[in-house]
């Protein structure tokens, strides 16, 4: 693994970083890098996002609304305090 990141750093390789945005596709990237993949590349997600059924995928814009509605915890800190993996 650290042999693939040294070169991909070489080739102007940049780590995913989902967006701020508080939604389903946003939160499944977090659980996504946290649990699975933490040095994984936007195409990688792309590829675990399509695979996921669509009843799944909808269940974490779902999670997401719940969570920003409730107001939880404090919307900076949401999906990496109250959610820290996929």
């Known amino acids: 693994m650290t042999s693939r990141l040294r070169i991909c750093k ?3 390789y940049q780590e995913f970083r989902p967006a701020a945005i508080k939604n389903g596709r946003n939160l499944c990237a977090h659980r996504w890098l946290k649990q699975l993949m933490p040095n994984g ?4 997600f792309k590829v675990y996002r399509d695979s996921l059924e669509k009843t799944h995928q909808a269940s974490y814009d779902i999670k997401a609304s719940n969570l920003v509605s409730t107001n939880l915890i404090p919307i900076v800190h949401l999906f990496v305090v109250f959610y820290p993996g996929c």
């Open 10 to 12: 070489l080739e102007g």
């Open 41 to 44: 590349s936007s195409q990688d």
